[in-house]
């Protein structure tokens, strides 16, 4: 597990949001993609331990999202969800995970579902993903044109974001803002 995530945050070194699609993650090393699709495949099926196979289909769900498969994505992701079940941190993770599945796949109806839900859990349960909840809300309401409640859902995240003190996630709402009001 432990080379899978090396090769993960290898990956994130890759990864960037697209301004000509609505600040998309995507990623300019699809070979590197490919090879970590493989070994989490193969990792897959190496363990029956339920936590293991949470995050081993978790992450597989968010690399098909990557790679633009979402409705392979969004099978990983379900069955991540049913392993999550018991807790509600994964669980939220996997709402906000399958909503972008759902955005990939224009199903955005789906995806602000998924969002709503996980922010109705982390109200709930557990705060600690509510402003990747918000974030991801607003930039699914930011592609369908319906910028005002965009701009309230970045709001939302950067008020969370502010309370945490990370500036690397201040700044990514702060991109998120600046580039809802360019659009409007």
Known sequence: MQHIHEQLDQL????YFDEDHFLREKIDEME???EVIAQVRRELLKTENPDHLCFLYGTLGNLYRLKNEPQQAIKCLEKALTLADADSSREIVMLIRLGEAYKYK???QKALEQFDLAILKGFEYEPQYLDFAYQHKGKCLMELGLYQEAMEAFQNAHAVRKGKKDERLLKSTEKAIEFLERLT
């Open 12 to 15: 994130n070194e890759h990864i």
């Open 32 to 34: 590197l993609l490919d």
């Open 106 to 108: 224009h199903e955005h």
